[in-house]
Every structure is written in C-alpha cells, then in structure tokens.
C-alpha cells in the first residue's frame, strides 16, 4: 500500500514538472456509464461523416483492449489557453489549440518522458501513451479521474482550470491509488447552449456533432452541402464560442509553452491574407500546425464560405 502511494505520487509530480496541470487516475476497465449514451448518439448519426468513430467500440469501452492487462489510466490536462488572441468579429478566427504548432508532438515528447520516468522509478511496466489519435474516450476517463465534469457544451470543464486544455491518457500495467468523481458545477447556466450559433448544442449535455463549426471547417472533408446555411461567425478553423462564454474560463490562465504560441506567420493576417491565400503561403506557415489537417482546399473552401456571410 505504501508502495503504491509512492508511485502515485511520483507520477503526479513528475507530470506537474513536465508541464502538466492536472493529473488524475482511475482503474483501467469497461466504462459502463458511456456505452448506452455513445450507442445511441451513433445510431442518431450525431457524429455525421465521421465514420472513424464507429469503428473499434470495444477499445473506445474497455482500456484493457488498448493496453492488455492494464490496471491505470493516468489522465492528463495541458493548458492551452493563448496570452493574445487572433482574429475578431471584423476578421476570421481560428481556435486557440491551433495558434501554434500541433499540440500532438509538444504532448506525446511529453508523455514519452513521464513513462520513461516512471519506469526509471518502478522497474519494467507495460503501457502505452495517448493524445487525441486513438479510440479513446478521453473527457470520460479524465472525468472518472476527477480531473473535472463534462459541461452541458460537453466539454471537460475544470473548477481551477476552465477547459482550454487538452487531454491526454498513459495507460499502464500499475496498480495505483485511483481519484474520486468530482461532482457537476453547471448550475442552472445555459451560456454556451444559448451563444450556439448552429444549434450543435440541441439540450443540455448533447451535441449534434455534424451540425458543429469545428465539424464543418476541420472534420468534413468533403464539399459543403449545397442547402447549408449557418452563419459561422467567422470561425475558418475550429470555433470557441461554446468555451468563451463558460463562466468557469475566468479562472483559464494563459499557457507558458513557446511552440503553443501564435505563429509569427499569421500573428498579423488581415481577412484579405486569408482571402488570397495562396498554397505556397499555407504550406509555409501550416506546415507544422493543426492547421494542415484541413490541407489548402480544405481551408480555402471554409474561407469562401465564412466570406458570403459578412
């Protein structure tokens, strides 16, 4: 029992060390709270063209089909919150996550150390890092973690932190000691249901994920439909509407992490630089951003739609 206090606590400090403001854990296992819910919101079609998230349901339930034998996942927030803002009402805007450079390096470098540390620490242990790129239901283990609640925008929200973080996960074969579920701190507030400007958040705690910006200008690949017509609000990239107006994002403090900072390149873009955007200028100031997910026609097919609505 000592033990294993010595080692949680070791790895909540090294992941404070390495630049990480929250860290929680929780028993590895099936997530029977989230199968009903998921089940349905797929059978509904909420998640539109996003076919990769009916695939690999037993793992997005169960981390020991992740990682097997598994007894931990350790839950992991990283703080992205920007000193300066980009973008404003009289010109497009991108989400903050994607100020800098893509967060999936600046994250996994991060995480490959903490498990290195801890094996330096406890000897051999199997396990596995993940940021974003697996069937994973973070916000759920990060909630079971008591890192937070999910918000009725159904995000992650913290009581210190607000929610301009990430989520990342190592999942491993140690047995720690586990946190508590932290309870929901909503209220009655309807903030970010009431500032939706495409009815994505349709009730408290459900999205519509397919009629959301962020679905629109990053995760549908294709042509926009031809009887689309949402006003975006100037979002091109994402869209932070649901998180500006959290009460709890007072309490989000801006993130210390140079390769998170707003690229020079597009630090003073006017809306006629994103207008005349070229492929040259995109692959020279994107090349290393999550901004490149969308690639040029991507992006250049959510400046022409955000441009009609102005």
């Known amino acids: 029992m000592k033990l294993k206090s010595y080692y949680t606590d070791y790895i909540k400090t090294k992941a404070i060390d390495l630049g990480f403001i929250s860290c929680g854990i929780s028993k590895s296992g099936f997530l029977n709270d989230e199968v009903e819910r998921f089940e349905k919101w797929l059978k509904n079609n909420y998640h539109g063209k996003m076919s990769y998230m009916e695939r690999n349901f037993d793992k997005r339930m169960d981390t020991t089909k992740l990682v097997e034998g598994s007894k931990s996942v350790i839950s992991l927030l990283y703080n992205y919150y920007p000193t300066e803002r980009i973008g404003n009402n009289k010109n497009f805007k991108i989400s903050k996550y994607a100020y800098g450079r893509d967060y999936h390096f600046i994250i996994k470098d991060k995480l490959k150390t903490l498990i290195d540390e801890i094996r330096n620490e406890v000897g051999h242990i199997n396990g596995r890092v993940f940021v974003d790129s697996a ?170 739609y955000a441009s009609k609505q102005v």
Do not use: H, M
């Open 135 to 304: 069937p994973i239901l973070e916000k759920a283990w990060a909630k079971k973690s008591g890192l937070g609640w999910i918000g009725k925008n159904t995000n992650l929200i913290s009581k210190k932190s607000g929610s301009f973080f990430f989520i990342a996960e190592i999942i491993v074969d140690l047995e720690l000691n586990y946190d508590k579920q932290i309870k929901d701190y909503c209220g009655s507030c309807t903030a970010c249901i009431d500032a939706c400007p495409t009815n994505a958040l349709y009730e408290p705690y459900k999205i519509d994920a397919s009629k959301c910006i962020s679905y629109f200008t990053i995760e549908l690949k294709e042509s926009f439909p031809e009887e689309l017509d949402e006003d975006f609000k100037n979002w091109i990239f994402g869209c932070d509407i649901c998180q500006d107006v959290c009460p709890w994002n007072k309490f989000s403090k801006p993130n210390d992490e140079q390769l998170l900072k707003v690229k020079d390149e597009i630090k003073n873009f006017s809306k006629k630089d994103w207008i005349e955007l070229t492929n040259e200028v995109f692959d020279f100031a994107f090349k290393d951003s999550p901004i490149n997910r969308t690639k040029y026609k991507g992006l250049k097919r959510n400046i022409k």
